[in-house]
């Protein structure tokens, strides 16, 4: 059998990031929203998809360079199979029919998550896409699938550590060299939104949301409009981001300086 750590293998890697904000969305609250309609949960992620597409118009027009969002977490293998299987076909299903889209739109994809547990149909897809896409500037666009922070850092730190071990890499902490393994993955996250009224980040870019802004709305993802990411980003661009230090009004002039 596949060790979970040998399937990370596959993820997706470039080194080339793009200019603009890197904003990740949780996109929850699909099957709530259906079920507050009386609909079947695929209702909801059918609803949800219609919702990417007009996030992924929207979002080169307000700043965004990259845009990463939460399709299927590796937990969610726990759900129903007839649901499961309803979320890979509406997969292929967007893949297939926005293709040229995005293409058109200069949107280059990318996908991020384990690809041994994916169907071979998706998949298929999947790589389809990403060929189509390579030469897409305005938006680069990652969609995690069976994606798990935990188990990426895992991977990460197992891959940097072969190589300092074997290498003998100098001048080179281990964490820098993490840190550089996973910026290569999935970049810096500016700012994290969640949607559905939930406050936690479950599994997603862990690393790479360390200094992210964070912003929580009690909206459902199917309900999300251009305009929530506006405001969104309109509060992003309003908040002091510090990194760790402080406000330059705050630091004391040093002495015997004018």
């Known amino acids: 059998m596949q060790s979970t750590l040998s399937a990370f293998?596959?993820?997706?890697v470039q080194?080339?990031?793009?200019?603009?904000?890197?904003?990740?969305?949780?996109m929850d609250g699909n099957g709530r929203w259906?079920?507050?309609?009386?609909?079947?949960?695929?209702?909801g992620h059918r609803a949800g998809v219609a919702a990417v597409k007009r996030i992924v118009e929207h979002a080169p027009l307000v700043g965004v360079g990259c845009l990463t969002v939460y399709a299927f977490s590796s937990d969610n293998w726990?759900?129903?199979?007839?649901?499961?299987?309803s979320i890979f076909w509406l997969l292929r299903a967007f893949?297939?029919?926005?293709r040229a889209k995005l293409r058109q739109a200069g949107v280059r994809l990318e996908v991020i998550g384990r690809r041994d547990r994916i169907p071979k149909l998706l998949l298929r897809e999947i790589n389809q896409a990403i060929a189509a896409t390579a030469g897409g500037t305005q938006l680069l666009?990652?969609?995690?699938?069976?994606?798990?922070?935990?188990?990426?850092?895992?991977?990460?730190?197992?891959?940097?550590?072969?190589s300092f071990l074997h290498e003998r890499l100098h001048g080179a902490s281990l964490r820098d060299l993490l840190a550089q393994e996973l910026a290569a993955e999935s970049g810096e996250v500016d700012l994290l939104i969640r949607t559905g009224g939930e406050k936690r980040l479950s599994d997603f870019l862990l690393w790479e949301c360390a200094y992210a802004e964070l912003w929580?709305?009690?909206?459902?993802w199917p309900d999300f409009e251009p305009g929530d990411l506006d405001a969104a980003l309109g509060e992003f661009r309003q908040r002091e981001r510090r990194f760790g230090g402080v406000p330059m009004a705050s630091t004391p002039a040093a002495v015997g300086g004018a």
């Open 216 to 220: 929580f709305t009690d909206r459902m």
């Open 95 to 98: 893949l297939r029919l926005e």
């Open 78 to 85: 726990r759900r129903p199979s007839t649901e499961v299987q």
């Open 34 to 43: 259906a079920a507050r309609r009386n609909l079947p949960r695929v209702a």
């Open 141 to 162: 666009l990652r969609v995690a699938i069976d994606y798990s922070s935990r188990d990426a850092i895992m991977s990460a730190a197992l891959g940097v550590s072969r």
């Open 15 to 26: 080194s080339e990031q793009p200019t603009g904000l890197h904003v990740a969305i949780i």
């Open 9 to 12: 293998d596959n993820f997706t």
